[in-house]
T-cell receptor, first 113, second 116 residues
Framework: AQSVTQLGSHVSVSEGALVLLRCNYS??????LFWYVQYPNQGLQLLLK??????LVKGINGFEAEFKKSETSFHLTKPSAHMSDAAEYFC???????????FGKGTTLSVSS | DVKVTQSSRYLVKRTGEKVFLECVQD?????MFWYRQDPGLGLRLIYF???????EKGDIPEGYSVSREKKERFSLILESASTNQTSMYLC???????????????FGEGSRLTVL
């Protein structure tokens, strides 16, 4: 069955520091992987997606993620955190039929000045 | 701008009440979804629909039903609300043609339901 595991429910960084949010996946078929962000009191919006075209994927707001099949990982990074990056981040994988997304438990990112 | 609108942002209901959560999208999307969001549990899929009058169970359908009489509207129904259904409910939609695999789920802002 398809699933994703997000390591760390809370991550705290200083403004300007590297952001690293971890996601490992389990999939019986070649996976489609996604990162979504949820700002306070808002719905989710797509940050970036992996659909097998390239292993390094660039998204909005300076985020990127690298697909590593050998490690079954799809970690999200940003070189320099900004206060506005404070939000909850969700990793997701498509279900086996490709009809819905399965989300991880989320990681809350805090950014301090 | 694409729009998924959930009619109620906040609801307070009593145990045993029948609850309707409404979701409308204006993008002519075929697929619509209901997720439940709880702290520490992330988003869990309740039901989804890929066409009018069609529905599929997600991971946690127990205690819920859905209705899709029109393409733009997808309703989540709690037949007899219980306190363990207190949660944030998120509606989403996508196109049928590769929409899910493209990750292009468009979400509403959520409906926070409290069952007393």
């Amino acid at each position: 069955a398809q699933s994703v595991t997000q390591l760390g429910s809370h991550v705290s960084v200083s403004e300007g520091a590297l952001v690293l949010l971890r996601c490992n996946y389990s999939s019986s078929v070649p996976p489609y992987l996604f990162w979504y962000v949820q700002y306070p009191n808002q719905g989710l919006q797509l940050l970036l997606k992996y659909t097998s075209a390239a292993t390094l994927v660039k998204g909005i707001n300076g985020f990127e993620a690298e697909f590593k099949k050998s490690e079954t990982s799809f970690h999200l990074t940003k070189p320099s955190a900004h206060m506005s990056d404070a939000a909850e981040y969700f990793c997701a994988v498509s279900n086996q039929a490709g009809t819905a997304l399965i989300f991880g438990k989320g990681t809350t990112l805090s950014v301090s000045s | 701008d694409v729009k998924v609108t959930q009619s109620s942002r906040y609801l307070v209901k009593r145990t045993g009440e029948k609850v309707f959560l409404e979701c409308v999208q204006d993008m002519d999307h075929e697929n619509m979804f209901w997720y439940r969001q709880d702290p520490g549990l992330g988003l869990r899929l309740i039901y989804f629909s890929y066409d009018v009058k069609m529905k599929e169970k997600g991971d946690i359908p127990e205690g819920y039903s859905v209705s899709r009489e029109k393409k733009e509207r997808f309703s989540l129904i709690l037949e007899s609300a219980s306190t363990n259904q207190t949660s944030m409910y998120l509606c989403a939609s996508s196109t049928k043609a590769g929409g899910v695999l493209a990750g292009e789920l468009f979400f509403g802002e959520g409906s926070r339901l409290t069952v007393l």
